[in-house]
């Protein structure tokens, strides 16, 4: 029901689109972005309300990473810009109902399968 694609292998300094491709059943559901690194606990990147009004960003990622979401396709996107090394993980995209603010990945119930982004120096 939610499927993200777009990843691959960038150099630093690079952009990515990824993209969360959602069944319309989350078309009302708030969309949240994460990240886990090797070794690393799954952290927030970025959430997007439903509607598309409201953003909420990391802040390792702001002013670098944007969120938007077209909903006539169900889908969410995650434009990536300035990566770093440090950006480096699977990246996944999650659906459901808290406020923008609360970033742990519990808050989040529905998850689609990981992207790979490798960001080389």
């Known amino acids: 029901q939610l499927q993200a694609f777009g990843g691959g292998l960038v150099q630093a300094g690079g952009s990515l689109r990824l993209s969360c491709a959602a069944s319309?059943?989350?078309?009302?559901?708030?969309m949240g972005w994460f990240r886990q690194a090797p070794g690393k606990e799954r952290e927030f990147v970025a959430a997007?309300?439903?509607?598309?009004?409201?953003?909420y960003y990391a802040d390792s990622v702001k002013g670098r990473f944007t969120i938007s979401r077209d909903n006539a396709k169900n889908t969410v996107y995650l434009q990536m810009n300035s990566l770093k090394p440090e950006d480096t993980a699977v990246y996944y995209c999650a659906a459901d109902l808290p406020p923008l603010s609360r970033v742990a990945s519990t808050e989040y119930h529905y998850w689609g399968q990981g992207t790979v982004v490798t960001v080389s120096s």
């Open positions: 319309s059943l989350f078309s009302n559901y708030n």
């Open positions: 997007i309300s439903w509607s598309g009004r409201s953003t």
